[in-house]
Protein backbone atom coordinates (compact mmCIF):
# COMPACT_ATOMS: atom_id res chain seq x y z
CA UNK A 1 0.00 0.00 0.00
CA UNK A 2 2.99 2.50 1.01
CA UNK A 3 6.52 2.05 -0.19
CA UNK A 4 9.09 4.14 0.68
CA UNK A 5 12.09 3.53 -1.61
CA UNK A 6 15.58 5.75 -0.38
CA UNK A 7 13.82 8.77 1.32
CA UNK A 8 16.83 10.74 2.36
CA UNK A 9 16.56 14.35 4.47
CA UNK A 10 19.35 16.91 5.32
CA UNK A 11 18.97 19.47 7.51
CA UNK A 12 22.15 22.23 7.82
CA UNK A 13 24.49 20.08 5.74
CA UNK A 14 24.17 16.25 7.90
CA UNK A 15 22.06 13.64 6.79
CA UNK A 16 19.27 13.08 9.07
CA UNK A 17 17.72 10.12 7.29
CA UNK A 18 20.20 8.05 4.73
CA UNK A 19 18.30 6.64 1.94
CA UNK A 20 15.45 4.31 3.82
CA UNK A 21 13.61 1.85 2.60
CA UNK A 22 9.68 0.13 4.09
CA UNK A 23 7.62 -1.04 2.49
CA UNK A 24 3.97 -0.95 4.78
CA UNK A 25 0.78 -3.24 3.96
CA UNK A 26 -2.63 -3.04 4.80
CA UNK A 27 -3.33 -3.27 8.09
CA UNK A 28 0.11 -4.31 8.96
CA UNK A 29 2.02 -2.92 12.74
CA UNK A 30 5.44 -2.17 12.10
CA UNK A 31 7.79 -0.10 15.01
CA UNK A 32 10.46 1.87 14.84
CA UNK A 33 13.02 2.20 17.92
CA UNK A 34 16.45 4.27 18.22
CA UNK A 35 18.09 7.21 19.75
CA UNK A 36 16.98 10.17 20.40
CA UNK A 37 18.07 12.33 17.18
CA UNK A 38 18.43 9.47 14.76
CA UNK A 39 15.99 10.16 12.41
CA UNK A 40 12.82 8.90 13.38
CA UNK A 41 10.31 11.66 13.66
CA UNK A 42 12.09 12.94 10.26
CA UNK A 43 11.42 9.60 8.57
CA UNK A 44 7.87 9.24 10.03
CA UNK A 45 7.08 13.18 8.95
CA UNK A 46 8.53 11.90 5.00
CA UNK A 47 6.53 8.82 5.75
CA UNK A 48 3.35 10.39 6.45
CA UNK A 49 3.99 13.38 3.43
CA UNK A 50 4.20 15.90 5.99
CA UNK A 51 7.92 16.70 4.68
CA UNK A 52 8.77 16.27 1.64
CA UNK A 53 11.88 13.89 1.16
CA UNK A 54 15.52 15.52 -0.73
CA UNK A 55 15.80 12.63 -2.48
CA UNK A 56 14.04 9.35 -2.98
CA UNK A 57 10.38 8.08 -3.53
CA UNK A 58 7.08 7.78 -1.65
CA UNK A 59 4.98 5.33 -3.39
CA UNK A 60 1.16 5.65 -2.81
CA UNK A 61 -0.75 2.09 -4.35
CA UNK A 62 2.67 2.27 -6.80
CA UNK A 63 2.53 6.11 -7.68
CA UNK A 64 5.33 8.63 -6.57
CA UNK A 65 3.16 11.22 -4.10
CA UNK A 66 5.19 13.93 -4.15
CA UNK A 67 4.81 14.04 -8.08
CA UNK A 68 0.87 14.22 -7.21
CA UNK A 69 -0.43 17.84 -7.97
CA UNK A 70 -0.87 19.71 -4.18
CA UNK A 71 -4.47 19.35 -3.82
CA UNK A 72 -4.20 15.39 -3.77
CA UNK A 73 -1.32 15.29 -1.40
CA UNK A 74 -3.14 17.36 0.92
CA UNK A 75 -5.95 14.70 0.22
CA UNK A 76 -3.44 12.07 0.75
CA UNK A 77 -2.67 13.52 3.84
CA UNK A 78 -6.44 14.54 5.46
CA UNK A 79 -8.12 11.51 3.81
CA UNK A 80 -5.91 8.50 4.15
CA UNK A 81 -3.51 8.94 7.29
CA UNK A 82 -3.87 9.67 10.68
CA UNK A 83 -0.71 11.29 13.00
CA UNK A 84 -0.36 11.19 16.66
CA UNK A 85 2.52 13.32 17.41
CA UNK A 86 3.98 12.56 20.96
CA UNK A 87 2.75 15.89 23.03
CA UNK A 88 -1.20 16.48 22.64
CA UNK A 89 -2.13 19.60 20.51
CA UNK A 90 -6.14 19.54 21.24
CA UNK A 91 -7.40 22.87 20.96
CA UNK A 92 -7.72 24.29 24.56
CA UNK A 93 -11.53 26.26 23.86
CA UNK A 94 -13.13 22.70 21.89
CA UNK A 95 -14.31 19.93 23.81
CA UNK A 96 -12.76 16.44 23.41
CA UNK A 97 -16.35 16.27 20.94
CA UNK A 98 -15.52 18.84 18.92
CA UNK A 99 -11.75 18.78 18.90
CA UNK A 100 -12.31 14.89 17.49
CA UNK A 101 -14.55 16.45 14.94
CA UNK A 102 -12.59 18.80 13.52
CA UNK A 103 -10.68 17.26 11.31
CA UNK A 104 -13.53 15.65 9.42
CA UNK A 105 -15.08 18.97 9.50
CA UNK A 106 -11.75 20.72 7.66
CA UNK A 107 -11.31 18.34 5.59
CA UNK A 108 -15.14 17.88 4.00
CA UNK A 109 -14.79 14.14 4.75
CA UNK A 110 -18.62 14.16 5.40
CA UNK A 111 -21.62 16.03 6.57
CA UNK A 112 -21.25 17.91 9.78
CA UNK A 113 -23.45 15.72 11.32
CA UNK A 114 -21.95 12.52 10.15
CA UNK A 115 -18.39 13.56 11.57
CA UNK A 116 -19.96 13.84 15.27
CA UNK A 117 -21.67 10.85 15.02
CA UNK A 118 -18.44 9.13 13.88
CA UNK A 119 -16.40 11.43 16.66
CA UNK A 120 -19.08 10.33 19.37
CA UNK A 121 -18.74 6.66 18.42
CA UNK A 122 -14.80 7.02 18.52
CA UNK A 123 -14.37 8.67 22.02
CA UNK A 124 -16.73 5.86 23.49
CA UNK A 125 -14.32 2.98 21.92
CA UNK A 126 -11.58 4.81 23.34
CA UNK A 127 -13.37 5.01 27.01
CA UNK A 128 -14.43 8.47 26.64
CA UNK A 129 -18.22 7.86 26.60
CA UNK A 130 -18.65 10.16 29.08
CA UNK A 131 -16.16 13.04 28.78
CA UNK A 132 -17.78 14.22 25.42
CA UNK A 133 -18.07 18.00 26.87
CA UNK A 134 -14.89 17.78 28.66
CA UNK A 135 -12.16 20.63 28.24
CA UNK A 136 -8.64 19.09 27.69
CA UNK A 137 -7.55 21.60 30.79
CA UNK A 138 -9.59 19.15 32.55
CA UNK A 139 -8.52 15.71 31.23
CA UNK A 140 -5.66 14.00 32.86
CA UNK A 141 -2.86 13.09 30.69
CA UNK A 142 -4.35 9.27 29.63
CA UNK A 143 -7.63 11.14 28.26
CA UNK A 144 -5.95 13.70 26.35
CA UNK A 145 -3.97 10.99 24.59
CA UNK A 146 -7.52 8.81 24.01
CA UNK A 147 -9.05 11.97 22.28
CA UNK A 148 -5.85 12.19 20.33
CA UNK A 149 -6.13 9.32 19.07
CA UNK A 150 -9.87 9.54 18.59
CA UNK A 151 -9.52 12.53 16.56
CA UNK A 152 -6.40 10.62 14.09
CA UNK A 153 -8.77 8.23 13.55
CA UNK A 154 -12.09 10.31 12.49
CA UNK A 155 -11.40 10.45 9.07
CA UNK A 156 -10.93 6.42 9.22
CA UNK A 157 -7.17 6.30 7.97
CA UNK A 158 -5.96 3.58 5.88
CA UNK A 159 -2.41 4.36 8.49
CA UNK A 160 -1.67 5.68 11.66
CA UNK A 161 1.34 7.17 12.27
CA UNK A 162 1.97 7.33 16.44
CA UNK A 163 5.36 9.49 16.89
CA UNK A 164 6.22 8.19 20.53
CA UNK A 165 2.54 8.72 21.27
CA UNK A 166 3.03 7.82 24.88
CA UNK A 167 6.50 8.68 26.15
CA UNK A 168 5.40 11.00 28.70
CA UNK A 169 3.14 8.74 29.94
CA UNK A 170 3.43 7.05 33.44
CA UNK A 171 3.86 3.07 32.48
CA UNK A 172 0.54 1.74 33.39
CA UNK A 173 -1.17 4.84 31.07
CA UNK A 174 1.31 4.13 28.32
CA UNK A 175 0.44 0.28 28.62
CA UNK A 176 -3.33 1.09 28.76
CA UNK A 177 -3.01 3.51 25.78
CA UNK A 178 -0.96 1.18 23.61
CA UNK A 179 -3.09 -1.70 23.93
CA UNK A 180 -5.90 0.76 23.11
CA UNK A 181 -4.46 1.63 19.72
CA UNK A 182 -3.83 -2.22 19.19
CA UNK A 183 -7.44 -2.74 19.80
CA UNK A 184 -8.59 0.17 17.30
CA UNK A 185 -6.20 -1.45 14.87
CA UNK A 186 -7.77 -4.55 14.78
CA UNK A 187 -11.60 -3.15 14.29
CA UNK A 188 -10.66 -0.32 12.00
CA UNK A 189 -8.12 -2.58 10.10
CA UNK A 190 -5.50 0.60 9.50
CA UNK A 191 -1.76 -0.17 9.27
CA UNK A 192 0.23 1.20 12.42
CA UNK A 193 3.95 2.51 12.47
CA UNK A 194 4.65 3.14 15.75
CA UNK A 195 7.76 5.17 16.99
CA UNK A 196 9.12 4.42 20.59
CA UNK A 197 11.47 3.94 22.83
CA UNK A 198 9.56 1.11 24.71
CA UNK A 199 11.07 -2.25 23.31
CA UNK A 200 8.32 -3.99 25.06
CA UNK A 201 6.17 -1.93 23.09
CA UNK A 202 7.80 -2.17 20.17
CA UNK A 203 8.03 -6.00 19.90
CA UNK A 204 4.47 -6.74 19.86
CA UNK A 205 4.77 -5.00 15.99
CA UNK A 206 4.99 -7.26 13.04
CA UNK A 207 8.16 -6.18 11.76
CA UNK A 208 10.90 -3.76 14.25
CA UNK A 209 12.85 -1.51 12.41
CA UNK A 210 15.72 0.59 14.11
CA UNK A 211 17.02 4.07 13.57
CA UNK A 212 20.62 4.81 13.79
CA UNK A 213 22.47 7.91 12.58
CA UNK A 214 19.75 8.66 9.67
CA UNK A 215 19.96 4.25 8.79
CA UNK A 216 16.88 2.42 8.95
CA UNK A 217 17.75 -1.45 9.20
CA UNK A 218 15.49 -4.16 10.39
CA UNK A 219 15.77 -4.73 14.47
CA UNK A 220 15.95 -8.25 15.22
CA UNK A 221 13.77 -8.07 18.81
CA UNK A 222 13.57 -11.59 19.76
CA UNK A 223 18.00 -11.90 19.61
CA UNK A 224 17.90 -9.13 21.43
CA UNK A 225 15.63 -10.53 24.28
CA UNK A 226 17.48 -13.52 24.55
CA UNK A 227 20.67 -11.72 24.99
CA UNK A 228 19.36 -10.19 27.89
CA UNK A 229 18.01 -13.05 29.74
CA UNK A 230 19.88 -14.17 32.31
CA UNK A 231 23.50 -15.86 31.89
CA UNK A 232 22.50 -19.15 32.28
CA UNK A 233 20.35 -18.61 29.25
CA UNK A 234 22.43 -16.54 26.71
CA UNK A 235 23.94 -19.36 25.09
CA UNK A 236 20.88 -21.30 24.57
CA UNK A 237 20.08 -20.93 20.70
CA UNK A 238 23.22 -22.15 19.31
CA UNK A 239 23.20 -25.31 22.22
CA UNK A 240 19.39 -25.73 22.64
CA UNK A 241 16.94 -26.02 19.92
CA UNK A 242 14.85 -23.23 19.14
CA UNK A 243 12.18 -24.68 20.86
CA UNK A 244 11.46 -24.14 24.60
CA UNK A 245 14.17 -25.70 26.72
CA UNK A 246 12.04 -28.53 28.63
CA UNK A 247 10.72 -27.13 32.27
CA UNK A 248 12.20 -29.82 34.33
CA UNK A 249 15.19 -31.41 33.27
CA UNK A 250 16.46 -34.52 34.36
CA UNK A 251 18.93 -34.03 37.62
CA UNK A 252 22.36 -34.71 36.50
CA UNK A 253 25.01 -36.02 39.34
CA UNK A 254 27.85 -33.51 40.19
CA UNK A 255 31.16 -34.21 37.66
CA UNK A 256 29.32 -37.02 35.65
CA UNK A 257 28.58 -34.25 32.84
CA UNK A 258 31.56 -32.39 33.73
CA UNK A 259 33.65 -32.60 30.02
CA UNK A 260 30.21 -31.62 28.78
CA UNK A 261 30.21 -28.57 29.82
CA UNK A 262 33.35 -27.38 29.84
CA UNK A 263 32.61 -28.38 25.90
CA UNK A 264 29.69 -26.26 25.83
CA UNK A 265 31.52 -23.70 27.69
CA UNK A 266 34.26 -23.82 24.83
CA UNK A 267 31.83 -23.50 21.98
CA UNK A 268 29.82 -20.81 23.48
CA UNK A 269 33.11 -19.13 23.83
CA UNK A 270 34.31 -19.60 20.58
CA UNK A 271 30.64 -18.15 19.45
CA UNK A 272 30.54 -15.21 21.35
CA UNK A 273 34.32 -14.01 19.73
CA UNK A 274 33.02 -15.04 16.39
CA UNK A 275 30.69 -12.70 16.74
CA UNK A 276 33.02 -10.06 18.68
CA UNK A 277 35.02 -10.26 15.48
CA UNK A 278 32.42 -10.43 12.71
CA UNK A 279 29.25 -9.75 13.94
CA UNK A 280 28.16 -6.86 11.81
CA UNK A 281 25.92 -6.24 15.49
CA UNK A 282 28.34 -6.71 17.45
CA UNK A 283 31.03 -4.21 15.62
CA UNK A 284 28.65 -1.89 15.13
CA UNK A 285 27.97 -1.12 18.87
CA UNK A 286 31.58 -1.67 19.53
CA UNK A 287 32.57 1.17 16.98
CA UNK A 288 29.50 3.05 18.30
CA UNK A 289 31.07 2.92 21.85
CA UNK A 290 34.13 4.53 20.76
CA UNK A 291 32.47 7.23 18.80
CA UNK A 292 29.79 7.82 21.50
CA UNK A 293 33.04 9.30 23.59
CA UNK A 294 33.89 11.51 20.80
CA UNK A 295 30.21 12.62 19.96
CA UNK A 296 28.85 12.70 23.83
CA UNK A 297 29.36 16.53 23.72
CA UNK A 298 27.31 16.95 20.59
CA UNK A 299 24.40 14.70 21.20
CA UNK A 300 24.23 16.65 24.27
CA UNK A 301 23.90 19.74 22.49
CA UNK A 302 21.49 18.57 20.14
CA UNK A 303 19.42 17.03 23.07
CA UNK A 304 19.58 20.48 24.66
CA UNK A 305 18.27 22.00 21.75
CA UNK A 306 15.60 19.32 19.74
CA UNK A 307 14.48 17.44 22.94
CA UNK A 308 14.75 20.16 25.97
CA UNK A 309 13.14 23.05 23.82
CA UNK A 310 9.71 22.73 22.62
CA UNK A 311 8.43 26.02 21.32
CA UNK A 312 4.88 26.51 19.95
CA UNK A 313 2.27 28.68 19.01
CA UNK A 314 0.47 30.23 21.60
CA UNK A 315 -2.05 32.12 19.92
CA UNK A 316 -2.54 34.38 17.04
CA UNK A 317 -4.69 37.65 17.54
CA UNK A 318 -6.26 39.72 15.01
CA UNK A 319 -5.71 43.51 15.64
CA UNK A 320 -7.56 44.23 12.53
CA UNK A 321 -6.99 45.64 8.95
CA UNK A 322 -4.65 42.03 8.70
CA UNK A 323 -2.38 43.11 11.80
CA UNK A 324 -1.72 40.44 14.15
CA UNK A 325 0.35 39.50 17.33
CA UNK A 326 1.78 35.71 16.99
CA UNK A 327 2.72 34.48 20.68
CA UNK A 328 4.98 31.76 20.79
CA UNK A 329 6.02 29.71 23.79
CA UNK A 330 9.23 28.44 24.57
CA UNK A 331 9.45 25.51 26.66
CA UNK A 332 12.50 24.40 28.47
CA UNK A 333 11.52 21.09 29.63
CA UNK A 334 14.95 19.49 30.70
CA UNK A 335 16.36 18.85 34.40
CA UNK A 336 15.94 22.56 35.55
CA UNK A 337 19.37 24.25 33.47
CA UNK A 338 18.89 27.19 31.45
CA UNK A 339 18.87 27.27 27.77
CA UNK A 340 19.85 30.25 25.95
CA UNK A 341 18.60 31.30 22.41
CA UNK A 342 20.66 33.88 20.32
CA UNK A 343 19.87 35.77 17.50
CA UNK A 344 16.89 34.44 17.07
CA UNK A 345 14.85 35.58 13.61
CA UNK A 346 11.15 35.31 12.87
CA UNK A 347 9.96 35.04 9.53
CA UNK A 348 6.07 35.32 8.27
CA UNK A 349 5.22 33.91 5.09
CA UNK A 350 1.81 33.30 3.24
CA UNK A 351 1.38 30.76 0.63
CA UNK A 352 0.25 31.89 -2.29
CA UNK A 353 -0.32 29.60 -4.99
CA UNK A 354 2.53 27.25 -4.67
CA UNK A 355 4.70 29.48 -3.40
CA UNK A 356 5.73 31.16 0.06
CA UNK A 357 5.18 35.24 -0.17
CA UNK A 358 7.12 36.97 2.92
CA UNK A 359 5.45 39.14 5.02
CA UNK A 360 6.60 41.71 7.65
CA UNK A 361 7.09 40.61 10.81
CA UNK A 362 8.58 42.59 13.77
CA UNK A 363 9.72 41.48 17.44
CA UNK A 364 7.83 42.94 20.44
CA UNK A 365 9.32 43.50 24.02
CA UNK A 366 11.43 40.75 25.19
CA UNK A 367 11.05 38.93 22.13
CA UNK A 368 13.90 41.64 20.16
CA UNK A 369 16.33 40.77 22.85
CA UNK A 370 19.48 39.22 21.44
CA UNK A 371 20.33 37.03 24.18
CA UNK A 372 17.13 34.93 25.53
CA UNK A 373 17.28 32.87 28.72
CA UNK A 374 14.95 30.20 29.07
CA UNK A 375 14.38 28.28 32.20
CA UNK A 376 10.82 27.44 32.31
CA UNK A 377 7.75 29.01 30.10
CA UNK A 378 8.71 31.91 28.16
CA UNK A 379 6.37 33.66 25.70
CA UNK A 380 7.77 35.75 22.80
CA UNK A 381 5.98 38.13 21.38
CA UNK A 382 5.52 39.34 17.49
CA UNK A 383 3.57 41.46 15.07
CA UNK A 384 2.80 40.65 11.34
CA UNK A 385 0.90 41.74 9.06
CA UNK A 386 -0.40 39.83 6.35
CA UNK A 387 -1.63 41.70 3.35
CA UNK A 388 -1.69 39.46 0.42
CA UNK A 389 -4.21 38.85 -2.09
CA UNK A 390 -4.67 36.00 -4.05
CA UNK A 391 -3.42 33.45 -1.47
CA UNK A 392 -4.22 29.64 -1.56
CA UNK A 393 -7.05 28.61 -0.02
CA UNK A 394 -6.73 25.24 1.43
CA UNK A 395 -9.33 26.00 3.98
CA UNK A 396 -12.03 28.29 1.94
CA UNK A 397 -11.10 31.90 3.18
CA UNK A 398 -8.36 30.96 5.06
CA UNK A 399 -4.82 31.61 4.78
CA UNK A 400 -2.37 28.96 5.05
CA UNK A 401 0.40 30.94 6.66
CA UNK A 402 4.12 29.60 7.76
CA UNK A 403 6.35 31.28 10.42
CA UNK A 404 9.85 30.20 10.30
CA UNK A 405 12.20 30.78 13.35
CA UNK A 406 15.66 30.22 13.02
CA UNK A 407 18.04 30.54 16.90
CA UNK A 408 21.25 28.61 18.21
CA UNK A 409 20.67 27.26 21.19
CA UNK A 410 23.31 26.84 23.76
CA UNK A 411 23.54 25.41 27.33
CA UNK A 412 25.62 28.20 28.39
CA UNK A 413 24.98 32.70 27.61
CA UNK A 414 28.95 33.02 26.46
CA UNK A 415 29.13 29.98 23.92
CA UNK A 416 32.74 28.67 23.13
CA UNK A 417 31.34 26.61 19.73
CA UNK A 418 29.18 25.01 21.70
CA UNK A 419 26.12 26.11 19.90
CA UNK A 420 23.15 24.43 17.77
CA UNK A 421 20.96 26.05 14.88
CA UNK A 422 17.20 25.16 15.05
CA UNK A 423 14.82 25.90 12.80
CA UNK A 424 11.36 25.50 13.37
CA UNK A 425 8.73 26.20 11.38
CA UNK A 426 5.22 26.69 12.63
CA UNK A 427 1.79 26.90 10.22
CA UNK A 428 -1.76 27.51 10.80
CA UNK A 429 -4.87 28.81 9.13
CA UNK A 430 -5.20 32.58 9.68
CA UNK A 431 -8.54 34.34 9.30
CA UNK A 432 -8.39 37.56 7.33
CA UNK A 433 -9.53 40.83 9.31
CA UNK A 434 -11.81 41.69 6.56
CA UNK A 435 -13.94 38.30 6.01
CA UNK A 436 -17.18 38.03 7.99
CA UNK A 437 -17.69 34.78 9.91
CA UNK A 438 -20.81 34.77 8.04
CA UNK A 439 -19.23 34.14 4.69
CA UNK A 440 -16.69 31.64 5.90
CA UNK A 441 -19.84 29.79 7.73
CA UNK A 442 -21.20 29.35 4.22
CA UNK A 443 -18.28 27.12 3.66
CA UNK A 444 -16.91 25.58 5.94
CA UNK A 445 -18.70 24.41 9.09
CA UNK A 446 -17.34 25.24 13.01
CA UNK A 447 -18.18 24.26 16.22
CA UNK A 448 -19.13 27.97 16.74
CA UNK A 449 -17.60 31.03 16.07
CA UNK A 450 -14.73 30.57 13.45
CA UNK A 451 -11.45 31.04 15.29
CA UNK A 452 -8.59 33.48 14.08
CA UNK A 453 -6.03 30.65 13.87
CA UNK A 454 -6.02 26.88 13.72
CA UNK A 455 -2.52 25.20 14.24
CA UNK A 456 -1.51 22.72 11.80
CA UNK A 457 0.54 19.77 11.99
CA UNK A 458 4.31 20.35 11.08
CA UNK A 459 4.88 19.62 7.01
P1 LIG B 1 14.43 11.51 16.50
O1 LIG B 1 12.98 11.64 16.22
O2 LIG B 1 14.97 10.14 16.26
O3 LIG B 1 14.80 12.02 17.86
P2 LIG B 1 14.74 13.61 14.54
O4 LIG B 1 14.18 13.07 13.27
O5 LIG B 1 13.92 14.56 15.31
O6 LIG B 1 15.25 12.41 15.45
O7 LIG B 1 16.13 14.34 14.20
C1 LIG B 1 17.16 13.73 13.43
C2 LIG B 1 18.28 14.70 13.22
O8 LIG B 1 17.84 15.68 12.28
C3 LIG B 1 18.66 15.45 14.49
O9 LIG B 1 19.82 14.94 15.07
C4 LIG B 1 18.90 16.86 14.02
O10 LIG B 1 20.29 17.04 13.81
C5 LIG B 1 18.19 16.96 12.69
N1 LIG B 1 16.98 17.81 12.76
C6 LIG B 1 15.70 17.38 12.94
N2 LIG B 1 14.84 18.40 12.88
C7 LIG B 1 15.59 19.51 12.66
C8 LIG B 1 15.27 20.90 12.49
N3 LIG B 1 14.00 21.35 12.55
N4 LIG B 1 16.31 21.77 12.28
C9 LIG B 1 17.58 21.31 12.21
N5 LIG B 1 17.92 20.02 12.35
C10 LIG B 1 16.96 19.13 12.58
MG1 LIG C 1 11.46 12.28 17.53
Same mark, same amino acid.
Do not use: I
Given at each position: MLSARGLHKRYDGADAVCGASLDIEKGEFVSIVGRSGSGKSTLLAMLGALTPPDAGELLIDGADLWRMAERRIADYRCRRIGFVFQFPSL? &??? +?ALDNTALPALLGHAMPAEAAYVRAADLLARVGLGERLLAYPGTMSGGEERRTVIARALVNSPQLLFADEPTSDLDQDTETDVIDLLHELQASEGFGLVLVTHNLELARRAERCYEMRDGVLAAFDLPTIAVARRPPSRVFGPAVEPAAPAPSAPAPVPLGRDLWGGVQRVLVAAAMVLGLVLGGDFVLGRYQAAQLRERSARAAVLAETALDSLRGEVASVTDLGDRHYELAIDLRNVGDGRAIYVMAPDMRAYVQVAQEWREVPISAEGRAAAKVQKIVGLETYRYRFR??? +?GYAQLLPNYMHVRFADTMLVS &??? +?PKGEVFERRDNYYVYLKPSDIPDNVILERVHFPGKPPVWIPMPPH
Open positions: L &PNL +TAQV +T &PSD +T
